[in-house]
């Protein structure tokens, strides 16, 4: 045999993000012919689209959780190519990636860093969130076992109304003192979290951003300024101007998704293209003869015989085992088919119905669009009862990111 050529799916050659191949593409990328698709210059034209909207506020592109599940090195790379000017993370390791890959932008981890987790901070040069008086010397002892350099910038994050994470408005003032008064570190960003920002109507978002600007304005009495004020995840930068300050933090917008599905025909929305596809190939296709009940337990029964379709991706790979219950269909052929009977760990079955020219090989989106169907990942979210965020995050490791 001579030397393998290029790797191939879906009978395309596969497009390479220079320098950069996930773990698990190279070790199980071309095996099975199910994938994910990430189109980058979406996410690209996304950053650039939110960056013009929001001017002159920065964007910072948000790139927690392997990018939604996008990858997030070549997202990241997208985004700054879109005009990002700094990335957001959940935790460190995320940032530790991002570095180890060469990106050299600056990098917010968004939640106070454990205190183990401060020596990868300064090492990486990631600017910490930080809200605890135990966090902040988690993060001065840190600076102090490295030897000099620039003071470590921080930001800030106040509590407004979510309750999830953040110092209270008066600990803040305390917090901000602390940090402004040591020559180690500098209060570069103060911000805090919208929790109704994807309700436009809530009145709730005006007065978190109130409680915000009194901070604001009783650090400013105390005479410390932090440079970049930012509270605007992808619906405030979308829809509420006044929460934009100098920096918005646009995750799901930058994907290409609405932050909630009743945003989705809005006009500030129209520009987004979702960046991400599911696709596979049919693996195996058979008539099955009226009466018979296919997958485990025989629930769903055919009327009439009917060609099914088997597909090699299940609930391991991120397919929703309710998701066959709900009515989820798939493309096959430039048409929606039904996902049959129950979904199994690594193979679902489609009825593509009697005499269907459905046969292995045949490309199936799973989401994404084919011929002129499209399959939405808030389409899965809405028969799921839950938000798209929830459906990119959940497509597993197994299946390969492959960047168009
Ligand atoms: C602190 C913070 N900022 C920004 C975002 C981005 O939110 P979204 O994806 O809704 O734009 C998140 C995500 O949950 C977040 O936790």
């Not at 995750?251 to 596979?280: C, D």
Request: aromatic letters at 4%.
């Amino acid at each position: 045999m001579g030397t393998p050529g290029p790797p191939r799916l879906g009978g395309r050659e596969v497009d390479e993000v220079e320098g950069y191949i996930s773990p698990v593409k190279r070790v199980a990328g071309w095996l099975r012919p199910a994938w994910v698709e990430v189109d980058l210059a979406a996410v690209t034209a996304n950053v650039a689209y939110i960056c013009e909207l929001v001017a002159p506020a920065a964007v910072c592109a948000v790139v927690k959780a392997d990018g939604y599940g996008h990858g997030a090195v070549p997202v990241a790379r997208a985004a700054i190519a879109g005009g990002a000017r700094h990335l957001g993370v959940a935790i460190a390791e995320e940032g530790h990636e991002l570095r180890q890959s060469g990106v050299d932008v600056p990098v917010i981890v968004l939640s106070e860093p454990a205190p183990e987790a401060m020596r990868l901070v300064v090492a990486d040069k990631l600017t910490p969130t930080i809200y605890t008086e135990p966090g902040l010397a988690a993060l001065l002892n840190a600076v102090a076992a490295q030897d000099g350099g620039t003071p470590v910038p921080v930001h800030l994050k106040v509590d407004t109304g979510m309750h999830r994470v953040g110092a209270s408005p008066a600990e803040v003032l305390e917090l901000a003192r602390a940090v402004a008064a040591n020559p180690v570190l500098s209060l570069e960003g103060l911000f805090t979290h919208l929790a109704v920002a994807d309700e436009p109507a809530d009145p709730y978002t005006h007065e978190q951003l109130a409680s915000f600007d009194r901070v604001i304005a009783a650090l400013a009495a105390g005479g410390t300024r932090p440079s970049v004020l930012h509270a605007a995840n992808s619906a405030g930068a979308l829809v509420h101007p006044a929460s934009r300050y100098q920096m918005v933090r646009p995750g799901i917008a930058i994907y290409g998704l609405a932050p909630a599905s009743s945003m989705r025909g809005h006009p500030a929305l129209r520009p987004l293209v979702p960046a991400l596809s599911f696709k596979a190939e049919v693996s195996y296709a058979k008539e099955v003869a009226a009466g018979e009940g296919i997958s485990y337990g025989l629930h769903y029964r055919l009327s009439a015989s009917s060609v099914i379709a088997t597909v090699p991706v299940g609930y391991a790979d991120g397919v929703a085992r309710r998701l066959s219950q709900v009515g989820g269909e798939v493309l096959i052929g430039g048409r929606r088919r039904p996902i049959a009977g129950s979904v199994t760990m690594d193979q679902i079955l489609v009825d593509c119905g009697p005499g269907a020219g459905v046969k292995a090989g045949d490309e199936v989106v799973l989401i994404g669009r084919q011929g002129d169907q499209e399959v939405t990942a808030w389409e899965w979210a809405e028969r799921l009862g839950t938000i798209a965020y929830e459906v990119t995050c959940a497509l597993s490791a197994r299946l390969p990111r492959i960047y168009t």
